[in-house]
C-alpha cells in the first residue's frame, strides 16, 4: 500500500514537473504569438534592431565616417547595398550604426520618463491636498507645449548633443507617464488592502513601494514600451532639424536631413532607406505596445 502511494505522489510529482515545464517561458511566448501575431511582428522587428544595433560593426560593409570623392552620389550596388551620400560615405553602415544611436536615446529617455512619471504620479496618488494640485499644474504646464516644441526649447538652451537629446526626450515624457500612474494609483489606493495596511502601522514608503507601485507596473511598462518609438521619432526629429545628434554621427534624422535639402531629386535613396528605418523602427515599438497592452489589461485580456 505504502509503495503503491509513493507510486502515486512520484508519478503525480513527475506530471507536475511535467506541466511546470509546460507552461514555462516557451509556452507563454508561442501563446502571446498566437494571441498576438501583430505584436509579435513588433517584437521581432525590434529584435532586429536590436541585433543590428549590437553586431553593428560586424554588419556593417564599411567605415561610417570614410569619405570618398570617387564615391559620391552612387546608387544601390552590390558594392553599396543602399548608394552612397553627398560625400561618398556608405548609407548601409551609417543605419547600421545609426541604430545604436535610435535605441541609446530610446532607452535612456524612456527610463528618464519611467522613473520621474511614476515617482510624481505616484506622490500625487499618495499625498493629494496641495502637493497633487501643484504638482499637476505642472504637469499641466508641460501638456500645455506641443512635444516636439518644448523638446526644441530644451535643446536649444542645453546645446546639440546626444546626452542632451536623451535629456529633452526624457523630460518630455515624464507628464503622459505621470498622468497613466497617477490615474491607476488612486484606484489601488481605494482598495481594502491600502486602509488595511494602514490600520496595521506601515510607513509610507511601505505602502507606496510594496502595495502601490507593483499594482500600476503594468500601465508603467506598457506606455515605457509605447514611448519607445515616439522616443527615437523624437531624436530624429530634433537631429533632422539640426539641433538633434551632432554630425558626423550616423543618425537617422541627420540622414534625412542632408537628403531632403538638395538630393531628394538626384538621389532619392538617401532619404528613402533612412525613412524604411525610422519607419520600421517605429511601427515595431508601436505593434509590440498596443500587443502588450493588450495582454496586461485584464478588461481588455477578458475580452
Known sequence: MAQAASTVIDGSGISGLTQRRAFGPQHAVLKFIRRYPLGAVGGALILLLAVVAMFAPLIATHDRYALGSRTRLL???ANHYFGTDELGRDIFSRIVYGARISLKVGFIAVGIGAVFGSMVGLVCAYFGGKVDFWLQR???ALFAFPTIILALTI???LGPSTTNVVVAVGIVSIPRISRVVRASALSVMAMPYIEAARSMGSGHSRI???HILPNVLAPIIVMATAGFGGAILAEASLSFL???TPPPEPSWGIMLSGAAQQFIRVAPWMAIFPGIAISLAVFGFNL?????RDALDPRLRTA
Not at 509590440?288 to 502588450?292: N, T, Y
Request: zero cysteines; proline letters at 5%.
Open 288 to 292: 509590440f505596445g498596443d500587443a502588450l
Open 208 to 210: 507606496v513601494f510594496r
Open 75 to 77: 546608387s544601390p550596388s
Open 242 to 244: 539640426g539641433v538633434g
Open 155 to 157: 535643446v536649444a538652451v
Open 138 to 140: 505642472l504637469v499641466d
